[in-house]
């Protein structure tokens, strides 16, 4: 894979790079919404991801390719680019460097040619591992040592304040702080974080993910809508954040229906986060099933973010014996994480596709889904 990002650096400007960094994609095992709550999450990061092949530039100016955009290279100025001044996937990247500019790090330009093995849209965070593998590239060409949650910051204030979407941190920091076999718990108020032991085949168990080919588009207003209502049931509750509320009958205050089933989801799932965690520290991974389900109805009913594609994966899967599954990510779209027995995977699959097939949609992709290392210079 290196020598592939390698490669296409060559074609793109026809020299080596000076290096190629991966950034991983992720999955959440639980704790969706939370993060700009700040609650918990509890993701890992995949095998798959962003690479970037760089090679600085001695004029200041950012040159970025991507093997997955066609088309010439997208072209930077010298200076500080200005935000939303660059559209597409490059707007990403560029965001990054911005953000380091803005904190005042000295990068100077670069030639980045990116390549992925993540598909876009599929809620696997693809958005971020380009922000982090440019990152990594970056701050590496220049010689830069920036802490890895410092690091995750400004990779998100670049999608925040650069291309305009106002996730939160869970994804760049799964992205530049998971460690192998181990699932990231983190506290998206203070950002400590936990490495949890995650070895799903010792526990006699498999974590299928399972892309329901139904694409998810963040810059719609529906992500940005749930967070206003989170922070409109926060303000009216008294509370900084919903991080807040442990009492479920606090939320018997809020009068608006919709806005109490909206925090009532961001109260269930952190807790959830909790028990998943304590399950995993005592080995009982097949234990998280029911949660896991019990959160994809919360996804479903209380914060409405679920779509045709991932209820029925959810229902096909529970219903041939799957231990728990529920959507993952943002919503509207994307992937299911599904845990099964072992030796039970391909049932489960078969089920899925056999409703979607019945339904004319096209038949759910599974993911390799193993627990991988975060953000690292290849060599
Ligand atoms: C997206 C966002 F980028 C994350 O910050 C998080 O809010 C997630 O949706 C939902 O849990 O991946």
Redesign the pocket.
Known sequence: MRAAAARWFRDCYGRDPAGVWHAPGRV?LIG?????NEGYVLPFALAQGVRAAARRRDDGVLELCSRQAPGPAVRVAAGPPTPGGVPGWAGYAAGVAWALMEAGYAVGGARVAIDADLPQGAGL?SSAALECATAVALTGLYGIAIAPPELARLARRAENDFVGVP??I??QSASLECARGHALLLDCRSLAMAQVPLDPAAAGVELLVLDTRARHE?AGGSYTSRRRACERAAALLGVPALRDVTDLAQLDRLRDPVLRRRARHVVTDNRRVLEVTALLRSGDVAGMGPLLTESHRSLRDDFEVSWPQADVAVGAATAAGALGARMM??GFGGSVIVLVAAGRAARVVAAVGEEYDRRNWPAPALVPAAAEAGAYLMT
Do not use: A, I
């Open positions: 959440n969706e919404h939370t993060d700009y965070s996730t939160g869970m994804d963040h990510g943002g």
